[in-house]
Nanobody, 122 residues
Framework: QVQLVESGGGLVQAGGSLRLSCVVSTSNFIIRSMGWYRQVLGNQRELVATITTDGSTTYADSVKGRFTISRDNAQKTVYLHMNGLKAEDTAVYYC????????????????WGQGTQVTVSS
């Protein structure tokens, strides 16, 4: 199984910064890629950023230049560094992992963390 635990959310003023962390625990699975998503109540969950095992990253246009995703493989942790926060960044942020069971790379599974609230006051 794969378990994800997010932390680092909170209340911050517009223009401020936060760093979200996602600690990954796995048993007999290989992580293929990781990502951060966010969701506002009543809206669909949207992609924020992703990072692959080779370090390739993608970002939503709305966060490019302000957010940075990174990973520490030794610590099995993925981070989302958020700078220049805006009121519209307010959401619950979720960590997602795509993983394959050892010995069965053709099958991929998605796992989600419980989410962490980020609130940006204007």
């Amino acid at each position: 199984q794969v378990q994800l635990v997010e932390s680092g959310g909170g209340l911050v003023q517009a223009g401020g910064s936060l760093r979200l962390s996602c600690v990954v625990s796995t048993s007999n699975f290989i992580i293929r890629s990781m990502g951060w998503y966010r969701q506002v109540l009543g809206n669909q969950r949207e992609l924020v950023a992703t990072i692959t095992t080779d370090g390739s990253t993608t970002y939503a246009d709305s966060v490019k230049g302000r957010f940075t995703i990174s990973r520490d493989n030794a610590q099995k942790t993925v981070y989302l560094h958020m700078n220049g926060l805006k009121a519209e960044d307010t959401a619950v942020y979720y960590c997602k992992a795509i993983a394959s069971r050892v010995g069965a790379p053709q099958w991929e599974y998605q796992y989600w963390g419980q989410g962490t609230q980020v609130t940006v006051s204007s």
